[in-house]
């Protein structure tokens, strides 16, 4: 019995290293190995890892704890994961050594890849432990084939409400010529809109919508913003190494499913590319710098500021600048004839056409399509007689020579959007009233966005976009403190008028401010007002610069100080704006107005503003104004930020 | 009276936290029935449906089963957006590609060209091969891009060398 045992454990020695271990041996293999990484992962606090909190998307709470963002449960694989990073990461760890079965996409390994490559980089993972193939992930990655990342952002235009702000995404550049950018793939964040109509303020603001992530390709979005929104298209490329993109991409693959709740001013389109961009280089940590607010030209400047990050800035100009660069090369006959052609109201002019050389002819009737694509949107469902037109332009255009006049005079490139002041402004006036009685005030104001036509319109739109302007006065003689105004939205669209798309200019805006044409101190005259208007404008200067406008005005408001609560009225509204140079901006404008229900009155007010920049981050400011009897004046400092 | 007043306010309120909205709407789908959908054919909007869910993130990144026909995948288990990358362009781009097939020159028709399999070699040469059969790749107004990539088939089979 002695020497049969000897004899076992002599084999066992011998014969051991080669015979497959039994199953009780394998899972012991496992549980040390998990003992000792969990062990290494105490010894150096690694659920603490700024890394480990960008893949899991950890921040602070107003209560200074940490909590992820994703509130999606499948992210997690600890109950707790949510609120509690070292338990996330210890039950990530144990996970990785589960089974792998045949079809492993959903096994923690391929699941959350991003994870399990920095766990088994930064832990010393057994070289045992069974790999999981993730076909399924590497096929993805193979097709879009990720070399390199650009920040692109899509301009904005006031004409469409969903396109105020711009809008940033990722492009993922393939391993592919230039030729083929097109085919580059983008990685867009957006919010599924469940319940529109008039929840739509509350749901976006309150987080009701959710957002997720997409993977589309780059033609589309080039699509959508150049052509169908008329958006320029900024490109920054990002130096980020092959390693970096990788980073990225394995997170990207990790929130595929995950649905996050959307809030329109902070948790937005823009901010969400951040932990991503973190998750390829998390030196950079780009999404610590937005909590409050995150504004899509904002996280552009911080991705620009960052020392070597941002390596060239390329422009895709939208079809509507496009197409007016080439108006502007036109004679006024050859306008009309190009007008004439895309709305197609006559057969072709081919006789009108061949008094031109070939490339100026080539020139029109690109022209004429450009023009037809843009009065129809780039529609597809249009009438048979368009379609003809569109087919009758492009048969005669694919007679004449390949070369055509278009690019003789670049299309100039326009200051980028990184390059304007920034978003947010907050100021310190010192002002005089005089409505009979004179009395000094100061005043405080902020402005969280954007941007006024009495500022330097560089990088920025052409026109005006404020939001939740706050204004707060302190009269001297009447030693009172005061909400003066709040304005919520005001807009102004100014596009200046040409006969080829035939733009409409328009305002709109709505808010708390007071009465001033009621003769009662302004904190009791405060009322809740709509107003607005279309009308048209002009540029007065060939760059566009300085615009005159006349627009119609609709008028209401609602407040305890007018007869029978409120009043509507109807007038105009003219003015202009002006910017000579960096010191002459500025703009000045008219409202009369007659107020016929409830409060019945007559109203006449004028303003102009004056600004002066101080660099880039400074405003000094005069504003002049005069409304009905009550007239007042004041100088600012205003500061960007 | 109150109850008016705060409904106006509330009223008022709706449309110019809207407009603070910026880009929200779901990211390429509006864009993606645009181009996609409204077509006269079935395999349009069949490759428009397959896109929807494959790309802008209603599904997964990529099919749960790459081995059925189902969910977008041919029968061979690649996906659809791989195998019908040539028509996906064609559909998505048609007009801006009709502009430039013309034209005889552009990124879209040069990017088309490659999608074909010219070189870069062979790029200028087929990009002008469309602009001179442009009447037999487009007879008509109606000509859909399906239509336009079978005519656009026949006159390859006797430039083959164009492409690899």
Redesign the interface.
Known sequence: MLIATWVCFLLGILLGPILPAPLYGESLDHKEAIQSLLQEAKKRKLWDDPYWHTLLHYRRNVFLLKKSDISHKEFFLSPKGRVNPKAELEKTIEAFFDPIPEVD?DHPQCRFIARYRWLKETLDFPESVQEASCK?YH??KD?IDPKSLSLMF?SYYLNN???????T?IKINASK?K?????NFTI??????TLGG?F???M??GGG?RG??????F???V??YN??ESRDIWEYQLRLNEKDVSGLFEH??EL??VRKR?Y??NK??AYELLPLLDAADPKLGLSHAFRYRTL?VDTLLVVEQTPGLVTKINYRPSHHRQLLHIREQLTPAERSLVKKIALGKTTLPTDKLSVYPEERQ?MLL?AA??LL?FKIS????VT?KT??T??SI??H??ML??S?EKNIVPLPRPVPPHDGHPSGRYGVSLGLIDNGDHDAFQQLDIRPALHDLAEDSAGYISGQLE?FHLKIRHQDKRNKFYLHSFS??D?AALAPYENWTQPISWK?R??LEPAYDIRKDPWRTNS?F?SGGPGLSWALTKDKQTKFYALSQLDTA?GKEFDK?YRYGIGGNIGLAYRWNRWVIGHAQVSVLRYPGGHVSNRVREEWQHSVPLGKNQLLRINLIRDNHHKEGLISIHRYF | ?KTI?IL?????????????????????C???Y??FG??NNSKGTQIGQILLEW???TG???S?S?STGTSGCTESGE?MW?SR?VE??AE?????L??E?????G??V??FA??LGAT?EN?PGLV?LM??E??VL?P???TTHNEMMDHLSGVLESHSTLIS
């Open positions: 996409t399924k096929y993805w097709q899509s409400p969903g396109s105020m702000y711009g809008h995404l010529s030729s083929q950018d097109l085919l867009n964040y957006a919010a599924q809109i008039p739509y303020a509350f976006g603001l919508y997720n992530f997409a993977v589309v390709p033609y589309v979005k699509q959508q052509n169908m990207l693959w595929q499913n959307y329109f001013l937005n389109c899509p080539a690109e399509f450009d694509k780039f529609f597809r469902n048979k379609k003809k569109e087919q492009l048969t255009r694919a020579p390949t055509s939001m919520i939205v807009i709109f709505t808010g809740l709509l609602i609560g | 009276m007043k106006t306010f509330l009223s008022m309120l709706t449309p110019s936290i809207a407009l603070a909205a910026g880009n929200h709407t779901m990211g390429g509006g864009v993606f645009t181009l409204n077509q790309f802008v993130g997964s990144f990529i749960s790459m996906p791989v990358i996906t362009f998505a781009n048609f007009e801006v009709k502009k097939m013309a034209t005889g020159e990124e879209y040069s990017t490659s999608l870069d790029v002008t602009k001179n442009y009447t487009f008509n107004e109606t």
